[in-house]
């Protein structure tokens, strides 16, 4: 097989501030293979979680690294190629694995979803996100959010930097906003709220139960991601059962063993497909939190229609959908996942089911 590598840019059309700093654009990474004349594509890029980070460049470097280790090899079967993939960070690797499994799909015909025997017609309606600001500007966003689709599950970020009264006062515009809408009969709909690992444990401990009196029905990260799994686990058992909301891990949570970790102390868990290395990993813990009784959520970076319309392959069996960064773009190089309202569905179309948005396969 043949192996490309190819960067692109990517502009959000509303920069997002979360309590760790603020992202208006960034450069990913494009993942070709080809073999008798199918070209499966993933997308990968540099993020960072307050406790880890990863650099686009080293990424691109690992991966040319490799290349000429996978030329001599075929794609498919993909279990013959997972000792050299185990080697990589979780996105390179996440690169690479997408880009195998859209060929394996296009070699056989069928979109991820069918072959994986998924339902599309469970898919829920994701959330969209509104980042930290002041009210006026965080209530302006969900305004075009709402001009550009129903957004009826909004996600508010928290842990703002100016302090817990900042992120009352937007929890407070945003609820009278949805209560305002809901009353002209544009309704349900949800908050959820995700600090981002911004909050102490006191100020946890407090904000939980007075999220859950104005509506919220979801916190996500409340506190910083730990180094010692021991330590980051006892966080999270310190805020279990506070209140009736469900308690969700993102960046404390990357793979399946972390999951197994945490699964008695939380709700649910947040799958990116950058965290977790792909695909293969994220399918795995998808099955693996439903079959323990843990919702899940699916999540994204600042990441294309390519990298959302892969995570969308798992979306029947998603909770909380929270794919919408391909929706705040000026410059999205792709198409993918189908949007109806504001629910997202896997593509009909082989593998990724995803395509230029602009060219011959337009």
Not at 18 to 28: D, N
Not at 60 to 83: G, R
Not at 103 to 109: A, D, E, I, T
Not at 279 to 302: D, I
Request: proline residues 7%; contains cysteine.
């Amino acid at each position: 097989m043949r192996v490309r590598l190819q960067r692109f840019s990517l502009t959000k059309a509303v920069p997002l501030a979360i309590s760790r700093g603020t992202t208006a654009a960034v450069e990913h990474l494009l993942v070709e293979i080809e073999q008798d004349g199918l070209v499966g594509r993933g997308e990968t890029g540099g993020f960072e979680t307050g406790l880890r980070a990863y650099d686009t460049d080293a990424i691109a470097a690992e991966l040319a690294a490799l290349v000429p280790e996978l030329e001599p090899l075929a794609p498919d079967p993909l279990q013959a190629l997972n000792p050299l993939l185990a080697r990589l960070s979780p996105p390179a690797r996440c690169g690479l694995d997408l880009a195998l499994h859209d060929w394996w799909g296009q070699r056989l015909g069928q979109p991820l979803h069918r072959l994986w025997g998924l339902d599309p017609g469970a898919c829920v309606a994701t959330s969209v996100t509104l980042g930290l600001g002041e009210p006026a500007a965080v209530l302006a966003r969900l305004e075009r959010w709402w001009q550009q689709l129903p957004a009826s599950r909004i996600k508010l970020k928290l842990g703002s930097p100016a302090g817990v009264n900042h992120d009352r006062a937007l929890v407070l515009a945003v609820g009278e906003a949805l209560a305002r809408r809901q009353d002209l009969g544009q309704g349900p709909l949800e908050l959820q709220v995700d600090a981002n690992g911004g909050w102490d444990l006191p100020t946890a401990q407090t904000m939980l139960p007075w999220l859950a009196d104005q509506g919220v029905v979801l916190v996500e990260q409340p506190l910083a991601a730990l180094a010692d799994p021991l330590a980051d686990r006892a966080g999270f058992a310190a805020l279990a059962g506070l209140a009736p909301l469900a308690l969700v891990a993102d960046e404390s949570c990357w793979d399946l063993v972390d999951l197994l970790r945490l699964a008695p102390v939380v709700d649910g868990i947040n799958i990116k497909l950058l965290k977790s290395g792909g695909l293969s990993e994220a399918l795995l813990m998808a099955g693996c939190a439903r079959r323990l009784g843990l919702g899940v959520m699916l999540g994204c970076y600042s990441d294309s229609s390519l990298l959302n319309s892969a995570a969308a392959q798992l979306l029947p069996l998603v909770e909380w959908p929270d794919l919408d960064s391909h929706l705040n773009l000026v410059d999205d190089p792709f198409l993918g996942a189908d949007l109806a309202g504001d629910c997202l569905r896997p593509s009909p179309l082989p593998g990724l089911g995803v395509r230029w948005a602009q060219g011959p396969e337009a």
